[in-house]
């Protein structure tokens, strides 16, 4: 069956609509629902993204709450505010209210990852920032950041869901993009291997294209990176610009699918492959690694609500909302 038929199910092209299902019955298997961190997981393992979509949403915020992900916020953060603001005060402190680590961390990470250096690096991104050729854009009348979105992939209701970080327009080029704030400590120059083909910005730029109907043949995802050089206090900035094609965005839409097949295959089968390379990932031990060989951990797929998917979009009122034939039909 081709990408095609797989979307065409449901599809009412007279009112650009699925006619989706009722809500999951008993017996039948539950909505997932999709995002870019949560298929990154699945894809490394299986096993992993079971336990993690299990996990009540009050425990999942603890994961990973040690020096990287609330370091990486409030950088974020703060280089979101100076760029709807321009106001650099400002924008530390918001940076300074995103950064909440635990205080316990016993990762040297935190060694390199603490709170004057995250005001550096959003310091050093606004000043880059500065030199571009970019201005934020604005959706329906509000700025374009952290403007989330839910595609329905299916009759079913299955979705994909997501945040995209800023929207922009380059004013030299004449084109719509989406800008990823990201931050990394990685021991070498070039970044490019890391960003070039990663899926997350061409996947919101899809979502920025069919809200604008802007030219598919002529858009940019952006990468505006703090890199944390080992033995240097001063982070320095980075801004890695790709453009995108057609054929890009119709692959995205493949992988998409795939994905879902996957973990679909994987629920009705209960059975989540364990992946011994996610045991020790990023030098951190995995926090199911003692107990994900559990059979009991199986018996939790039959108390879950109708939506299976990581918590942390859970229940959130998406500000656009379309199907994938839209996304499809946009990018053909």
Known sequence: ?????????????ATASYTVKEEPGPGERPRFRMSHSSNDLLKRCERKYQLSCCMPESDMDKVGMYADLPFG????????????TGDLDHALFITLLEYTPLVEDPDTKQNRKFLERAFMAVESLAAKWDTLPYELLYIKGRPAIELGFKIILNDYGDYFCGFMDVGIWNRSKEQAGVVEVKTTGMNRDELDPLYKYSPQALGYSIMLDTVLAADVNNFETIYCISHLH???????????????????RLNWIMMLMMDLERAISCY???????RWQECLAYNRKCQYFETCNMASWNEEQTTLDQEFGMPYNAGTDWEFEFTLADVFEAAT
């Not at 080992?230 to 890009?248: A, F, H, M, N």
């Open 268 to 274: 009705e089968n209960n059975f989540w492959p364990q």
């Open 230 to 248: 080992r033995g240097e206090i001063w982070p320095e900035s980075k801004v890695l610009t790709y453009q995108k094609t057609r054929l890009d």
């Open 73 to 84: 916020r409030a950088v974020g953060a703060g280089f979101q505010d100076y760029i709807k």
């Open 1 to 13: 069956m081709s990408l095609l038929d797989k979307i065409k199910p449901g599809y009412d092209p």
